[in-house]
C-alpha cells in the first residue's frame, strides 16, 4: 500500500457502561470504506460516537496522523477533528430549509483547503431541487443525501456514518448506496461505515472490522473476513457464507442464466445483468453448500465444484459444523450436520464435490455513472 | 382627581422589562446547566431555582428585606459603592423582581433545551461549528418558543408582583410604587374609579399580549421535528 498522503486513524479506547463495555485497538486505513459491522448492541456506533469525540467517557488514545485525538490528558473536542458524521435520523437543523443546512456547513469549512466545490456536492447528490424545502418536507431518502451533502460540504477529512441507510426501505436504499459509493472516489474521503447488514457490507466496503460484545472479533478484507469460521457468532448462523469472485463467460437469454467464470470452474446462477467480462462478486451462504463424494446424477442443482476441505469446525452445542472449502484457490463454506461429516468421514485435506443451490449476487464496485435516482 | 395616576403603570413596565432582561442573562445559562447537567447537584438547584414558586411572597420579601439592608453584607457593601441603599430603590426592586420571576424564565427554557437535546448539538459539532457558535445557531433558534414562553411569562408575573415589591420596595411614588400597590392603594381609600380604570387597563394589556404570543405560534410554528 502507499501510504503517502493517506492517514490512518489509531484507535486503543475503552469505556464503560452501567451495561455495556467496550475495549477496541485498531487502526483505520486512510483510504476507501470500512465496514464496522456486527449486531446491534455489540458497540459500532459507540465506537464511532468515540472516535467523533461524542463519548466524554472514553479513555484510551486516538490519534489521526500525529495529531491526538484523545490521550491521558488530552481531548481534541469533536469540532477541531475535522471529521464528518453523517447519522442514522439525519439531524437536519429543524429551522432551516435544506439549502440552510447545507450553508450552515459550507462557511464553517471556509478556511479548510478542499477538491470539491459546493457546486460539486450539490451536482453529485443532486439536492439542487429540494433546497428551498424543510427537513420535514423531505422524504426519508431525500433527506438523508441532503445530510450527506451537508457532511461533504463541512470538508471533513474523515467520514463517519451511522446506519445511514437503516430508516430506510429497501428502494430508497438502492437510491442512496451508489452515492455512498462514490465518496471515497469522487471526494477523496475514507469512510468508516457502521452497519448489521451484510449486504451493505459486500456491496460498498473495501474491508471490515467485526465488533461483537465490544471487541474486534475478525478484521481484514471483506472476502477473507467473511470466510473466516469464527465469524458465525456475530453474522448470525444463517447468514454465514462466503464470497466468489468471478467473470462473467456468457448469458442465456432464454433461460435467463449468467454463466460465470471461477478461474477454474464455471457456475451457472440467475441472470446477472452486466456485459460478459466484467468482474462480479457472488455471495454463497454456508446453509446453501452442500457436500458429496462423488459426482451426483440426476439432480437439480447445476452448480457442482470440485474442492477440498481445509477446516472442519463443529458448532458447540448444535447438530452442525462448518466446513472450509477451497475452490480452485477461493474459499467457500458449507454448513453440514455432524452426522453427515461421520457419513461421509470428512477430513481436512480431502477432496470433494460442492453443491451449490442458491447464489446471490453482489456487485464489487458501482459503476461511477449510476443512473441518478429521479 | 378621578383620573389614576398613571406613574407607578410606567413604572412597572419599566421595572418588568428590565427584570425581563436581566432574566435572560441570568436564566439562559442555568436552564442550560440544568438541561445538560449530570451533576448530583441538579436536583438541588432545581428545588432552589423553583422556591419563588411556592414560598409567600412576603417569606420571600422579608428574606431579601435582610440580605439587602444597609446592615447586611451585600446591602452595605452596595451602599458603600453606590452611595445608596438598595431596600426602598428601584434597584432592590429588580433585584427582588428576578429573583421572584426566576422560575418563570428557567422552566421554559429548561424544558425547551431538553426537548432539543444533545442530538442537533452533536450535529452542529460535526460541522465544525464550536459549542458556543452551536447554541446561538442551532440551540437558540430551536428554543425560539421557550424563549417567547419564558420572556412573556417572567414579564407578565413581574407586573403581578406584590408582596415582595411591598416588603422590599415599600411605596416609594415614583421610585418603588408600581401598579399593583396602586390598586391596592386606591381600594383602601375608596377610590373606585381609579382602581376601576388601572385594572382595566392591566387586564386589557395582559389580555392582548397573551392573544398575540398565542396566536403567533399558532401562524408560525417553530419547525421542529
Known amino acids: ?374 | 382627581m378621578d383620573m389614576p395616576d398613571l406613574g407607578p403603570l410606567w413604572l412597572t413596565f419599566r421595572l418588568a422589562a428590565i427584570t425581563t432582561l436581566l432574566l435572560l442573562l441570568i436564566g439562559t445559562p442555568i436552564a442550560w446547566w440544568l438541561a445538560h447537567t449530570r451533576s448530583r447537584l441538579k436536583s438541588v438547584a432545581e428545588a432552589i431555582t423553583a422556591l419563588p414558586l411556592v414560598l409567600p411572597p412576603t417569606v420571600l420579601g422579608f428574606y431579601l428585606l435582610v440580605f439587602l439592608s444597609p446592615n447586611s453584607a451585600l446591602g452595605g457593601l452596595w451602599l458603600s459603592v453606590t452611595g445608596s441603599t438598595l431596600t426602598f430603590s428601584f434597584t432592590g426592586l429588580i433585584v427582588a423582581s428576578a429573583l421572584y420571576s426566576l422560575p418563570f424564565m428557567v422552566q421554559p427554557l429548561q424544558g425547551a433545551f431538553e426537548g432539543i437535546g444533545r442530538a442537533p448539538l452533536e450535529a452542529a459539532a460535526s460541522l465544525r461549528a464550536s459549542p458556543r457558535d452551536a447554541f446561538f445557531t442551532v440551540a437558540t433558534p430551536m428554543a425560539a418558543r421557550g424563549y417567547l414562553t419564558a420572556i412573556v411569562l417572567s414579564f407578565a408575573h413581574t407586573i403581578g408582583e406584590f408582596g415582595v415589591v411591598l416588603m422590599v420596595g415599600g411605596n416609594i411614588p415614583g421610585r418603588t410604587k408600581v401598579v399593583s400597590i396602586q390598586i391596592y392603594e386606591e381600594v383602601e381609600t375608596i377610590n373606585y374609579a381609579a382602581a376601576h380604570g388601572l385594572a382595566a387597563i392591566l387586564l386589557v394589556f395582559s389580555f392582548s399580549v397573551l392573544l398575540a404570543v398565542y396566536a403567533l405560534n399558532r401562524r408560525f410554528p417553530v419547525h421542529v421535528g
Not at chain 1, 446506519?163 to 459509493?181: C, F, H, Q, V
Not at chain 1, 457490507?201 to 472476502?223: E, F, S
Not at chain 1, 478461474?263 to 446453509?287: C, D, K, M, S, Y
Open chain 1, 1 to 374: 500500500m502507499s501510504g503517502d498522503a493517506m492517514t490512518d486513524l489509531s484507535t486503543d479506547v475503552r469505556i464503560r457502561f452501567p451495561a455495556f463495555s467496550l475495549e477496541v485497538a485498531h487502526a483505520f486505513p486512510g483510504q476507501g470504506i470500512t465496514a464496522l459491522f456486527g449486531p446491534s448492541g455489540c458497540g459500532k456506533s459507540t465506537l464511532l460516537r468515540i472516535i467523533a469525540g461524542f463519548e466524554r467517557g472514553a479513555r484510551g488514545r486516538i490519534s489521526y496522523g500525529d495529531e491526538t485525538w484523545l490521550g491521558a490528558r488530552a481531548f481534541l473536542p469533536p469540532h477541531r477533528r475535522g471529521v464528518g458524521y453523517v447519522f442514522q435520523d439525519t439531524r437536519l437543523f429543524p429551522h432551516l430549509t435544506a439549502r440552510g443546512n447545507l450553508d450552515y456547513a459550507h462557511k464553517r469549512a471556509g478556511d479548510v483547503a478542499a477538491r470539491y466545490s459546493f457546486d460539486d456536492v450539490v451536482d453529485v447528490l443532486d439536492i439542487a431541487p429540494l433546497f428551498d424545502r424543510r427537513a420535514t418536507q423531505l422524504s426519508g431518502g431525500e433527506r438523508q443525501r441532503v445530510a450527506i451533502g451537508r457532511t461533504l460540504l463541512a470538508r471533513p477529512r474523515l467520514m463517519l456514518m451511522d446506519e445511514p441507510l437503516a430508516a430506510l426501505d429497501t428502494r430508497r436504499k438502492g437510491e442512496i448506496m451508489p452515492y455512498i459509493g462514490r465518496l471515497p472516489d469522487a471526494f477523496g474521503l475514507p469512510v468508516i461505515y457502521v452497519t448489521h447488514a451484510l449486504e451493505e457490507v459486500t456491496q460498498l466496503c473495501d474491508r471490515i472490522v467485526a465488533l461483537a460484545d465490544g471487541h474486534v472479533a475478525a478484521a481484514g478484507g471483506v472476502a477473507e473476513t467473511l470466510e473466516r469460521l469464527d465469524l458465525a457468532n456475530v453474522q448470525g448462523r444463517f447468514e454465514a457464507g462466503a464470497m466468489l469472485t468471478g467473470r462473467i463467460a456468457a448469458q442465456d437469454t432464454e433461460l435467463y442464466m449468467s454463466s460465470v467464470d471461477l478461474g477454474t470452474a464455471r457456475i451457472e446462477v440467475p441472470q446477472i445483468a452486466v456485459p460478459p467480462g466484467e468482474e462480479v462478486r457472488l455471495r454463497v451462504r454456508a446453509r446453501d453448500v452442500s457436500l458429496a463424494l462423488t459426482r451426483p446424477e440426476g439432480l437439480s442443482i447445476r452448480n457442482m465444484l470440485d474442492a477440498r476441505v481445509l477446516n472442519i469446525a463443529p458448532e458447540a452445542a448444535t447438530a452442525f459444523a462448518e466446513v472450509l472449502l477451497d475452490v480452485g484457490g477461493q474459499h467457500l463454506r458449507a454448513r453440514v450436520t455432524r452426522a453427515a461429516i461421520a457419513a461421509l468421514e470428512l477430513r481436512e485435506g480431502q477432496s470433494v464435490i460442492a453443491l451449490i443451490k442458491a447464489v446471490s449476487f453482489d456487485r464489487q464496485a458501482l459503476p461511477r455513472d449510476a443512473p441518478a435516482p429521479g
